[in-house]
């Protein structure tokens, strides 16, 4: 599988601030997802990150709040804007790869994540 | 719309013995994924196990194994053997074949006691 990395791996930003989290894979992966995840909790996906064009959100999530790019086939970002205390949480990058005859090789593999504190 | 139940908020196992984590799932789907990742202290979500639901056998990697029970759709997860290191948050996940987004369980904590 694939590694991803993310920076930063933690913060602690101000209430009104926006953050910007990078996410690494050493490979091209068909597609990126951002997740989002309190602690002890599973995990709500936030967008699947389009190369090119404008990220899928999902339900309960918007542009404007999570702008996300991704420039490549191995890079994307994860913009947090106006930053209240209810974003404090863990943001998890993925890559998901596919191929194979009916698609018997799939599998999405996760990055170390980035625990946000909005004060 | 599909969905992942698991039922066990919280496991505990004696170092060396076995414990079983509980999953089930529903869809309308006939092709699937299931997955068992793991989530240690470290955040770091690792793969644990993987099936696929054409597949009668059940996955076997190393000490974990599945029970997979398609009729039932119920997919648990023995981990034998059990060791500290085994102590994570494991989650039990869904993907449609030809779809790319997973669906999570709420998530096992396991506890693994010296």
């Known amino acids: 599988s694939a590694v991803i990395s993310q920076k930063p791996s933690r913060d602690i930003c101000q209430r009104g601030t926006s953050l910007t989290i990078q996410c690494q894979v050493d490979s091209q992966v068909t597609m990126m997802f951002w997740y989002r995840q309190q602690p002890g909790q599973s995990l709500t996906l936030i967008a699947t990150?389009?190369?090119?064009?404008?990220?899928?959100?999902e339900s309960g999530f918007v542009i404007d709040k999570f702008p996300i790019s991704r420039p490549n086939l191995t890079f994307s970002t994860l913009t947090v804007s106006n930053m209240s205390p209810e974003d404090s949480s863990i943001y998890l990058c993925s890559g998901h790869r596919t191929g194979g005859v009916r698609r018997s090789y799939n599998e999405q593999f996760f990055g170390p994540g980035t625990r946000l504190t909005v004060l | 719309a599909q969905t992942v139940t698991q039922s066990q908020p919280e496991m505990s196992v004696q170092e060396a013995e076995t414990v079983t984590l509980s999953c089930t799932y529903d869809?309308?789907?006939?092709?699937?994924?299931l997955f068992w990742y793991k989530q240690p202290p470290s955040r770091q979500m690792i793969l644990v196990i993987r099936?696929?639901?054409?597949?009668?056998q059940n996955a076997t990697e190393n000490r974990f194994s599945v029970n997979f029970q398609k009729a039932a759709k119920s997919f648990s997860l023995k981990i034998s053997d059990s060791q500290l290191g085994d102590a994570a948050m494991y989650f039990c996940a869904f993907k449609p074949r030809y779809g790319n987004k997973l669906v999570f369980g709420a998530g096992t904590i396991l506890r693994v006691k010296s």
């Open positions: 990150a389009n190369q090119g064009s404008e990220a899928t959100y």
């Open positions: 099936q696929e639901a054409y597949k009668q």
């Open positions: 869809t309308s789907e006939s092709d699937y994924y």
